[in-house]
């Protein structure tokens, strides 16, 4: 910053009687820790008038904080349009801080940037003895041009001051006081120090966390003794265009062989939270292999499982919704429905390709693919319904698995969810999701499970809300209700007469009463609804 030597204004610095200070911060000529000196002093309040005193002591307190807003973490996004304001009164200072959730790559099939997913760094730095509160106002101005606008309402920002290396997942809370008013989203943050404060749409599964993850289960698949009669392999089916594997455990002596894939969606962070429970329980990865309870026994008895983490590593490295690195909603590419519009492809989506062909390699007898919604406060589960395969054993076999899912983990429900398509014709149109190709490519039983955002409306927690322990929990239980599905899914004539009432199939909707929740309209496999585009 430049200042002149006479009494003229340059650009927001001002000279005066041998003294300089700027609208935005102190020139180095003059810091008021220099006002405890007495000679100082002495000069300083016999040349300077009192009112000019008062406005740089106010001023010095103001531009001693600082408020550092960065996303350069794995996993970060967010704008930062115009920079922060920040005022003093006593020993308290507000703020305010306006922020953009940045887009993804543009998406050539549905003709849209998708974007939602937010995490960033608020730094904060200046505050002492004399200023001990700072209230910050974080205003996401963009929040109307998201692709799900629509999800605001009913929404919790997550938060934490610890580390994103933490395992401690409970560390993140949620601020209860976020609100979407006149377009924006809007939360109030009381920092009562200095420090980093992360600021997540839902909580981040960082890149290192992946990592991680594939090594412990690398180490337990090479040292336990328990799992060699299970022939566990971790390998890589091929890489992403920016270069990352595409790591997949199997594990399992059975004869139904079951695929499980996460994370197709790399702002759906909780798909890989889930993957991390379903994991840990399936290696006894907590003690190292060593012992594996009774239920997971029997599953790794019946199935020989295929489990992909993540399948859109790149895009999760930048922190987007909905793509890859080239702009391809993955749940978008595994056939090809649209003219001009080949899919999967190695250039576009080597990830669906390098699954799709171990898949035809080794065949399917079960298909989950996990999810996130962010409209829905409940955990629910999305089949195959109105495609050519599905018929009375596909429904029969849907709703007994949602049953049996329920009854491992109450945060399942069935009655609220994505409805079906209307009839055949429009289902059609929606061959290329993966739940749909892989049901009728193999004649099995193919979902998708959709985990909130939001709170989740079943065991309602607002201070944690839907949390990564409850993600992982969720994958922890997912062994219950294979276990109880193993006799079922290649079962011929009509099986389902063993089934109890509870168990049937029930077609879900979308109605709900929540304030200022809109319907989704026919929102089917989360698409955005053509009005949003």
């Given at each position: 910053m430049h200042c002149r030597d006479d009494d003229e204004w340059s650009g927001s610095c001002h000279r005066s009687s041998g003294w300089s200070w700027c609208g935005a911060e102190w020139c180095a000529q003059f810091q008021l820790h220099q006002l405890l000196?007495?000679?100082?002093?002495?000069?300083?309040?016999?040349?300077?008038?009192?009112?000019?005193?008062?406005?740089?002591?106010?001023?010095?307190?103001?531009?001693?904080?600082?408020?550092?807003?960065?996303?350069?973490?794995?996993?970060?996004?967010?704008?930062?349009?115009t920079p922060p304001t920040i005022s003093v009164s006593g020993k308290t200072a507000k703020a305010k801080v306006t922020l953009h959730v940045r887009p993804d790559v543009y998406t050539e099939l549905e003709k849209i940037a998708h974007m939602q997913y937010f995490s960033f760094r608020s730094f904060i730095s200046g505050m002492d003895d004399n200023v001990k509160l700072l209230t910050v106002q974080y205003i996401i101005e963009n929040a109307h041009a998201t692709s799900y606008p629509e999800a605001w309402p009913g929404s919790s920002v997550c938060y934490t001051t610890k580390s994103l290396d933490s395992q401690d997942d409970d560390a993140w809370k949620r601020n209860v006081t976020t609100k979407y008013i006149d377009g924006k989203l809007t939360w109030t943050h009381v920092h009562n120090r200095n420090g980093s404060t992360f600021f997540s749409y839902w909580p981040p599964y960082t890149y290192d966390r992946h990592l991680k993850l594939i090594s412990d289960c690398s180490q337990v698949v090479t040292s336990s003794k328990t799992l060699a009669e299970y022939n566990p392999v971790v390998e890589s089916l091929g890489t992403t265009t920016e270069g990352r594997e595409m790591e997949c455990i199997s594990i399992g002596k059975g004869d139904l062989i079951a695929w499980i894939t996460h994370r197709q969606h790399p702002g759906e962070t909780m798909a890989e939270f889930y993957a991390e429970g379903l994991l840990h329980r399936l290696l006894g990865v907590d003690d190292n292999g060593q012992t594996l309870d009774d239920v997971t026994k029997?599953?790794?008895?019946?199935?020989?499982?295929?489990?992909?983490?993540c399948m859109c590593p790149?895009?999760?490295?930048?922190?987007?919704?909905?793509?890859?690195?080239?702009?391809?909603?993955?749940?978008?590419?595994?056939?090809?429905?649209?003219?001009?519009?080949?899919?999967?492809?190695?250039?576009?989506?080597?990830?669906?390709?390098?699954?799709?062909?171990?898949?035809?390699?080794?065949?399917?007898?079960?298909?989950?693919?996990?999810?996130?919604d962010e409209e829905l406060p409940y955990v629910f589960l999305s089949g195959a319904?109105?495609?050519?395969?599905?018929?009375?054993?596909?429904?029969?076999?849907?709703?007994?698995?949602?049953?049996c899912y329920q009854r491992s983990n109450s945060d399942v429900q069935k009655e609220i969810g994505y409805p079906p398509p209307e009839d055949e014709e429009k289902a059609l149109a929606y061959m290329n999701v993966g739940t749909n190709q892989v049901s009728n490519r193999f004649d099995c039983l193919g979902l998708t499970l959709e985990m909130p955002y939001k709170d989740c409306a079943t065991n309602s927690d607002p201070d944690l809300g839907?949390?990564?322990?409850?993600?992982?929990?969720?994958?922890?239980?997912?062994?219950?209700?294979?276990?109880?599905?193993?006799?079922?899914?290649?079962a011929e004539g009509d099986f389902w007469t063993v089934f109890s009432e509870e168990d049937k199939y029930v077609e879900p909707t979308d109605n709900f009463k929540e304030e200022g929740f809109v319907m989704l309209k026919k929102r089917f496999y989360s698409d955005v609804r053509p009005h949003d585009q």
């Open positions: 000196n007495p000679h100082f002093r002495a000069l300083f309040f016999t040349t300077i008038p009192p009112f000019v005193i008062i406005l740089l002591i106010i001023f010095s307190r103001t531009m001693a904080i600082k408020i550092s807003i960065t996303a350069s973490h794995d996993g970060g996004n967010i704008l930062i349009p029997g599953v790794l008895n019946k199935y020989r499982l295929y489990i992909i983490p790149d895009g999760a490295v930048r922190g987007h919704l909905r793509c890859n690195s080239v702009g391809a909603n993955l749940n978008r590419e595994w056939a090809t429905v649209h003219e001009n519009y080949e899919a999967p492809t190695l250039t576009r989506s080597p990830e669906v390709y390098a699954v799709l062909n171990k898949m035809d390699e080794t065949g399917c007898d079960f298909f989950l693919d996990v999810h996130g319904e109105k495609t050519p395969k599905w018929g009375d054993r596909m429904e029969h076999l849907h709703g007994y698995f949602v049953s839907f949390s990564p322990a409850r993600a992982k929990k969720l994958g922890k239980t997912l062994l219950e209700a294979l276990n109880d599905m193993s006799p079922f899914l290649r």
